[in-house]
């Protein structure tokens, strides 16, 4: 197991009891890296963080104190994550930010997305990023204060996840589609199809 005390923390290179690491790691104070887990490229680990053994990380990617990476999770194209943030068992990050005690803890893709603070999606949730036809993802945006339209935008970006406000829920087995944007506190029940965007506080899929 690599701590932070381990002659290889904040080095380049190396393989400790089973773990993997090629590149430059920072290891913060009383982190953990179990064995069989694999690190490359250019990678920051904050404090009292566990890396589970299977996990891969793939640099660039920035995570901050406290963090949980768990067995299976795979980070890979630029993944910041902040403190507190659950990146979970079998789960793959790709281009996304996790704001300060978001969780993806279960079988669940989070790619080209922002999970807000404290935001969680539950097992088996997908950010889809790619339209099928592969056009560029459009985006609604509401109104300030809700007095007019709403408009859609071009983005002009061919991946697009979603964008989660803070303290949103999403139930387990739930698809948002690329583009979709989710207001503070908004609900979403389990085996939804979500898209657009919701305004905060909303309840989605129920009835």
Do not use: Q, T
């Given at each position: 197991m690599l701590?932070?005390?381990?002659p290889l923390a904040g080095t380049r290179g190396g393989e400790t009891e089973g773990s993997l690491i090629r590149g430059d790691l920072r290891l913060g104070p009383r982190s953990r890296i179990e064995p069989g887990a694999h690190i490359e490229g250019s990678v920051h680990i904050g404090a009292d963080c566990l890396i589970e053994t299977g996990a891969y990380i793939r640099g660039p990617a920035w995570i901050g104190d406290r963090c949980e990476i768990r067995q299976g999770a795979y980070l890979r194209g630029i993944v910041l994550a902040a403190d507190g943030a659950v990146l979970g068992?079998?789960?793959e990050f790709k281009r996304c930010v996790l704001l300060e005690g978001s969780q993806a803890p279960h079988f669940n893709y989070v790619g080209d997305s922002i999970m807000?603070?404290?935001?969680?999606?539950?097992?088996g949730v997908i950010l889809s990023n790619v339209?099928?036809?592969?056009r560029n993802i459009r985006a609604t945006l509401l109104s300030h204060g809700g007095g007019g339209e709403p408009s859609l935008h071009n983005t002009g970006l061919e991946?697009?996840?979603?964008?989660l406000g803070d303290a949103c829920e999403v139930g387990c087995n739930s698809v948002?589609?690329?583009?979709?944007?989710?207001?503070?506190r908004c609900r979403v029940t389990?085996?939804?199809v979500v898209k657009g965007t919701w305004s905060e506080g909303s309840a989605i899929g129920m009835h």
């Open positions: 701590l932070a005390e381990d068992h079998a789960c807000g603070v404290k935001a969680h999606i539950g097992a339209r099928l036809d592969k991946k697009f996840g979603a964008i948002l589609n690329p583009g979709s944007i989710l207001g503070a389990p085996l939804s």
